[in-house]
């Protein structure tokens, strides 16, 4: 039998992080760059003008260069921008947990 890691796919992680998300009391919009690539995937609101960026991968795959590039602006700029790519990285973003 595989391990559980080797079978879980990025639509798990985002919904674990969505999960994680509303139950913190955070809104979600999934983003797409119009005529543009490398959108982070999910940006999600929170109180005071909380924002987290996040960039979801399945276990073990990285972000492709456009991402790579467009989330380095981001954080050059101050935004909190995070690469989950587990389930358990997709239930910490939420408990205070920075991750990058």
């Known amino acids: 039998m595989k391990p559980r890691f080797l079978t879980v796919g990025e639509s ?4 674990t992080t969505k999960a ?3 139950k ?4 979600h919009r999934k983003v797409v ?3 543009r690539r490398g959108a982070p995937d999910d940006w999600f609101f929170g109180f005071n003008g909380r924002l987290i960026i996040i960039e ?3 276990p073990g795959k990285k972000p492709d260069l456009h991402q790579e ?3 380095a602006r981001l954080r050059e ?10 389930l358990e990285k997709a239930r910490r973003v939420f ?3 920075h991750l990058l």
């Open 69 to 71: 590039r467009e989330i």
């Open 33 to 35: 760059y119009q005529g």
């Open 95 to 97: 408990r205070g947990e």
């Open 20 to 22: 994680a998300a509303e």
């Open 77 to 86: 700029r101050g935004f909190d921008v995070r690469l989950v790519d587990s």
């Open 24 to 27: 913190a009391g955070f809104i």
């Open 12 to 15: 798990e992680v985002v919904k």
């Open 56 to 58: 979801h991968k399945r």
